[in-house]
């Protein structure tokens, strides 16, 4: 995650350690480390008006807890556990993962999702020596999602329920459970204005080939908000992160768990002004053309600020060779391929102010 100024990378690792990178010393450096757990996934900083990043918040697999640290140290100020019942049967689950972390515009609290309780907290941080919690039930196994595009309502995938929940973060109410393709894996989401049912934000599926698309707007498209306006069917199940741009009219799926090489090695392009027309297929791994025998899974579609181009992560194991590749957005043809060493099977790649200013 960015810091709301742009200045700091906060990066978390699978084990539970953070790290907080200054980007405007003359080289990136790490200027405060924490380890919060043994097993994390989520990092995130406060962004409400007042308090931007004078808070950070890290949510661990375990132990199952959230630790609230000091924005520009990582000092821990405050830790809570997640343990609790969940939402459907009502037993006591010692054990449920924060999943996605998100900061709330409308309020001074962080959106905190835990797995397997199924239930949303919004954590008010404005006295956290009084700490106060709202608890949202929404649906078991909650994972990640992102902000619809006027920040407002947050769109989190519950994908072993195949459902959407949809959190007013203004009211701190569950304004819809929305019914989905197999397991739903949004990243953050995709937001664009549909030609026909207006402002919608997609979700591709790990479970099977489908991109669900959800009307957002519930105030001059009432009929279609909350509610799956259309689906498109993808080049198969497996993906894992779909992503647009404000300025682009491509919609890009991926689907690196897919287990035809075909599938995984090359990613789908939808037109929004024409989604009926089917996906191009843009075969990523090839123009990668590394030279030998690894997997090659294109994952994560990220782009530049301009929204002109697009990033593609190719994963091969650790002993074999990866790459990022980058296309032209509007020609859909290759522009660069990145090749070093030190690129071992990478995955996420954050555009900055994208990443600042929740662009996707």
Not at 6 to 15: E, F, K, P, S, T
Not at 86 to 112: C, K, L, M, W
Not at 115 to 137: P, Q
Request: proline content about 6%.
């Amino acid at each position: 995650r960015m810091s709301k100024s742009g200045r700091y990378l906060y990066v978390i690792g699978r084990d539970a350690r953070i790290n907080l990178i200054d980007l405007w010393m003359p080289e990136p450096t790490n200027v405060a480390e924490i380890k919060v757990g043994l097993e994390a996934r989520s990092v995130e900083t406060s962004k409400y008006k007042g308090y931007e990043d004078k808070y950070a918040i890290a949510g661990t697999y375990w132990p199952p807890q959230f630790v609230i640290m000091d924005g520009d140290t990582l000092k821990p100020l405050k830790i809570e556990s997640t343990r609790g019942s969940t939402v459907d049967t009502q037993e006591y689950h010692p054990e449920p993962r924060v999943a996605s972390i998100v900061g709330s515009h409308y309020n001074p609290e962080f959106i905190v999702n835990a797995k397997e309780t199924g239930k949303i907290m919004a954590v008010n941080y404005s006295d956290l020596n009084n700490l106060k919690m709202t608890i949202i039930d929404a649906a078991r196994f909650l994972h990640d999602g992102g902000f619809d595009s006027t920040g407002r309502y947050f769109m989190v995938a519950a994908n072993a329920s195949n459902k959407i929940a949809v959190v007013d973060t203004k009211e701190d109410k569950l304004t819809a459970l929305i019914d989905v393709g197999k397991i739903p894996h949004p990243g953050r989401g995709a937001n664009f204005i549909h030609p026909k049912f207006g402002p919608v934000w997609a979700t591709s599926d790990l479970g099977d080939e489908v991109v669900n698309i959800i009307g957002t707007d519930p105030v001059k498209h009432k009929a279609q908000a909350w509610k799956v306006v259309q689906t498109l069917k993808g080049q198969g199940s497996g993906s894992l992160f779909i992503k647009t741009h404000p300025k682009s009219s491509n919609l890009w799926v991926d689907t690196p768990l897919n287990p035809e090489a075909k599938i995984s090695q090359s990613v789908a392009v939808f037109d929004i002004k024409n989604l009926d027309k089917g996906y191009e297929v843009l075969p990523i791994g090839d123009w990668a053309d590394l030279g030998d025998d690894g997997a090659r899974r294109i994952v994560q579609p990220e782009y530049n600020r301009a929204g002109d181009e697009v990033w593609f992560s190719v994963w091969s194991a650790k002993d074999k060779k990866s790459a990022l590749v980058v296309v032209d957005d509007k020609t859909r043809k290759l522009k660069a391929v990145i090749k070093d060493p030190e690129l071992i099977t990478p995955t996420g790649k954050f555009n900055v102010f994208n990443t600042q200013h929740d662009v996707y």
